[in-house]
């Protein structure tokens, strides 16, 4: 399948992502999850986990710690076979494949903890990710060039631009400091060139108005590169902010799976994770419909 390519990309801007909403059944899923469950011994760390992304959607995880988030993200990306259930990328039946096909079929994510590679340079930990992962177009080995690569992901250079680390290139990974090593890590992973780009807990550590920034490079990301995000993150009120829908895991099941707006106002949401005085303060903000006087 192939996307409609806009800003960044190698078609004029105008094919824009799909809204949610609009999101037709005519228009086939990134990703699709039917009843996953993780088992680890007598404990069910995914129970039975339903999902479906769209092309271009920016969708949210949350829930407490031990949710089953990052064990959720491991099932749909390979790193975890799941014990039961079935995983379709773009159509395709991937279900027990290691990460390798995931990647292939255009899937990248990062990881809880950031894994870089610390002795080397900025700019090398890109070209890992552009000469060995992902999707690997033969004309762009030959050539150097990729007409289906959005000319923001051609070269390990105009990665670091896209992710501000352009001054960094020359230093080891392991000497910029962690926001940048999470920055670094994103570019990693948009260096596989993917469709679909899980974020785990990305804003981590991060301050308050780096967690905003954060934020706005994701929905940047996924404006310009045509990208389908799925983002879990702590960081509930900035989260909620941006947006479109957001899944609400807690102790292994799916309670929830709504716009922001719907998803505060939820009982069992409010009661298992938000409680009233956050859902407060998350309606305020929820991306799909600001409050007056809100910034826009
Ligand atoms: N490899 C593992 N072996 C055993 N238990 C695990 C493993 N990974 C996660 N768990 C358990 O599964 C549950 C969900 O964990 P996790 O997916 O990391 O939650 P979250 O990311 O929402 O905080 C937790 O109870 C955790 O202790
Ligand atoms: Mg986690």
Excluded: C
């Amino acid at each position: 399948m192939t996307l409609p390519r806009s800003a960044l990309g190698a078609s004029p801007p105008g094919g824009r992502h799909q809204q949610p909403g609009e999101a037709g059944s005519a228009v086939a899923p990134v990703l699709e999850a039917h009843d996953i469950t993780v088992r680890f011994g007598g404990l069910v760390a995914v129970d039975a986990v339903s999902a479906s992304f769209s092309p271009g959607e920016l969708v949210g995880i949350i829930g407490p710690n031990g949710a089953g988030k990052t064990t959720f993200f491991n099932a749909i990306s390979g790193v975890q076979v799941p014990t039961s259930g079935r995983l379709l990328t773009n159509g395709r039946d991937l279900t027990g494949k290691g990460p390798h096909r995931y990647a292939a079929n255009g899937l990248a994510r990062t990881f809880q903890t950031p894994r870089v590679f610390a002795d080397l340079p900025v700019l090398a930990n890109i070209e890992f990710g552009l000469k060995f992962a992902g999707r690997r177009p033969r004309k762009y080995w030959l050539w150097g060039d990729e007409k289906d690569v959005p000319w923001a992901l051609r070269d390990a250079q105009s990665v670091l631009a896209v992710i501000g680390l352009s001054a960094q290139a020359a230093m080891p990974a392991g000497a910029i400091t962690p926001s940048q090593q999470r920055l670094l890590e994103i570019g990693m992973a948009l260096a596989t060139r993917p469709r679909l780009l899980l974020l785990d807990e990305v804003a981590a550590g991060l301050t308050e108005a780096e967690i905003e920034e954060m934020a706005r490079l994701i929905r940047r990301l996924r404006d310009e590169l045509d990208l389908t995000v799925v983002w879990i993150e702590h960081a509930v009120t900035t989260l909620l902010r941006h947006v479109e829908r957001v899944i609400v895991l807690h102790q292994g099941r799916k309670i929830a799976d709504g716009t922001p707006r719907e998803v505060v106002r939820n009982p069992d949401v409010i009661e298992a994770y938000l409680g009233d005085e956050m859902a407060d303060a998350a309606v305020y903000g929820a991306a799909d419909a600001p409050a007056e006087g809100a910034p826009a």
